[in-house]
């Protein structure tokens, strides 16, 4: 069908010329087909171009050369033209274009063949050409190759320096992000970071004794500034004053931000543990923070049969003070985990079976791409599910009656990801086994959760990076192509930018807590098991997990 048309189109033209140039009118001359590297995709948009592309145009009539150098334009994206060869064959009526240099890699670029060119007998071009293209990847090393250890360790420790060197230095808590408000803090991304300095100090990075002083400085905001609803926080903070900065519509508790925060400070409380006095003060005021959450309340005082995400004290609807139930399968089951560890305001086991695997419903079963995945949404969803819970809650061997193991459930989340990448059924440039990942990040056009059923074209490094435990092979491909081959791009004083598009190109000057965070814990996790072992160590997680009826060499 799309050759019949075509052959309509220029049997059309090719009429339209005939006619014109029979009945005395004004001679006209028509651009036939063009092709960039002797392809016409018929999209008006190139991606994966070479550096030095050839251009080829051909015509109705013979066209003037001189007519074509100033009616033709090839520009960078930031409209400086480039120098192009011409060269005229067939009469003069097809012309060959070069750029005099090769182009940019990995780099937009725009083409032009305007109205204004002429025949050689002063016919006018009628259908004028406007095309876009986008450059290919260059493939060289573009920093030196390490040992993989040594790179795993590059990566977290860049990275690292997003929450120590970045953080607020008021209260020492993780900002939001560094494209933003730089006063707006982040309760979750703030657990993460706390996550992060136990790594930090393990691997020297950081002494024991700064980190020690900057969790206190965090532990002591936390207490005495900022504002909390039955001892949960919001998930905006202004740093300087504690006050909540509202999330959207939630002017109030953050259930699941604040237990991204437990997560984190647990950790610390177990990795903490000598006699130093500051290490000692540390834990007191770890236990206050954790021992004030009254989980219990957040199911609307027990009156409902699962935890509410949101608390909104301004509203008056219920729907609105209470809003968004947390409901498995996403990246909340930390959320229920520690409500059922909490010493002094625990949830009962019913509300883990109603509200989170809402009685056998968050079951899934599906195979995609021939790997079953056991919970969950079709194809999983973005891969954020499987990194914020688990920075603590070890995987391996996790079950319940929900699960017969959670690290399955989690590895096959990250391959069904994987696969969808490497299969590419939206034939996304640039997608391959070497640069895949789906989840939640930043955008040409703002913020999505990305995943196979929500494909836009951006990759985030955060995806395949805090997968490593589940997809060691896989992300470490990933790693070396997001370093290696586009690091020019994306690597910086923070590690890698938040996300990229190759089919643009665009890459995201932009990094974020909450995915910054999970590169350095996953990392290390699937390393040492460092935090797993820490946060699988307190006492309370062990009791709560077991009485919701997890099971685990770990518990």
Known sequence: MKKYLLGLAVASILFACKKNSGNGNQPTTFLLTYTVNGVNNGTGNYTGVSTNPVFVFSFTSPVQQASLASHFSLADNLSNPVTVNITMQRNDSMAVVTPSKA??????????????????????????????????????????????????????????????DFGHPNCGMARERDNGDND?????????????????????????????????????????????????????????????????????????????????????????????????????????????????????NGAASNIFWQYNPSYTLPGDIWSIPVSGWNEALITYALAASSPTYPIRKGVYDSGWAKTGAIRNGTAYYGITLPLGQAYGGPLFFAHYSFMGINPTALSDAWCSNYFTQNAAHAQINYTYCVTNPLHQFGYSNMCWGLTASDIPSGYTASSPTNDVGVIAPTAAISSLPYTPTQSMNAIRFFYYTIGDKIWGNYGFADAFDLNTPWFASSHLAIDEGPIICMIENYRSGLLWNLFMSCPEVKTGMKNIGFASPNL
């Not at 504690?242 to 984190?264: H, K, R, W």
């Not at 834990?283 to 954790?290: G, K, P």
Request: aromatic share 12%; with cysteine; hydrophobic share 40%.
């Open 103 to 164: 182009l940019s890699s990995f780099s937009k670029y725009s083409l032009a063949v305007t109205s204004g060119l002429t025949s050689t007998t002063n016919a006018s071009l009628l259908n004028p050409l406007s095309i876009t293209l986008s450059t290919a990847i260059d493939s060289s090393n573009k920093f030196p190759a390490i040992a993989d250890t040594a790179l795993l360790t590059l990566i977290q420790q860049q990275t690292f320096k997003y929450f120590w």
């Open 184 to 300: 707006v803090v982040t309760t979750g991304g703030s657990g993460f970071g706390i996550m992060a300095m136990i790594v930090a100090a393990n691997r020297g990075f950081i002494s024991r004794q700064d980190a020690v002083l900057r969790l206190n400085t965090i532990a002591h905001f936390l207490t005495t500034k900022c504002q909390r609803w039955h001892g949960a926080y919001s998930h905006w903070i202004n740093g300087s004053t504690g006050a909540t900065v509202p999330f959207g519509n939630n002017n109030g508790a953050d259930i699941v931000e604040t237990s991204y925060l437990m997560e984190g400070l647990l950790t610390a409380r177990q990795y903490f543990n000598t006699a130093d006095a500051n290490e000692i003060a540390l834990r007191d005021s770890i236990n206050s923070i954790w021992n004030a959450v009254e989980w219990n309340w957040f199911t609307q």
